[in-house]
Nanobody, 127 residues
Framework: QVQLVESGGGLVQAGDSLRLSCAAS????????IGWFRQTPGKDREFVAA????????YYLNSVKGRFTISRDNAKNTVYLQMTSLKPDDTAVYYC????????????????????WGQGTQVTVSS
């Protein structure tokens, strides 16, 4: 089992950058695939980025490709989402999620495949 805590959200202006962190408990963190998702009021939660257990594979929502970078430091039990050139459309609550997937090379992108979730962190981008 793993517990996730997101941090790093805030209020920024369009064009600014933020780095979100997802800190995990547990000694087997390196065996979990991690995803970042976001949600705005009245809309479904959507996939943003994912990284496999080793960090060798990552995948992004098209609209954030080239602006967001997902990475992980298994020694620190932490996954990061570096967000640059932020736009007002990026405003949302951002959640990290985990699923047990050791030795899995491909990234996991479907929300229903994740079974551990953090509480979320608010990102607000003003124009």
């Amino acid at each position: 089992q793993v517990q996730l805590v997101e941090s790093g959200g805030g209020l920024v202006q369009a064009g600014d950058s933020l780095r979100l962190s997802c800190a995990a408990s547990g000694r087997t963190f390196s065996s979990y695939a991690i995803g970042w998702f976001r949600q705005t009021p009245g809309k479904d939660r959507e996939f943003v980025a994912a990284i496999n257990w080793s960090g060798e594979s990552s995948y992004y929502l098209n609209s954030v490709k080239g602006r967001f970078t997902i990475s992980r430091d298994n020694a620190k039990n932490t996954v990061y989402l570096q967000m640059t050139s932020l736009k007002p459309d990026d405003t949302a609550v951002y959640y990290c999620a985990a699923v047990w997937a050791p030795h899995e090379v491909v990234t996991i992108r479907r929300i229903q495949d994740y079974n551990y979730w953090g509480q979320g962190t608010q990102v607000t981008v003003s124009s």
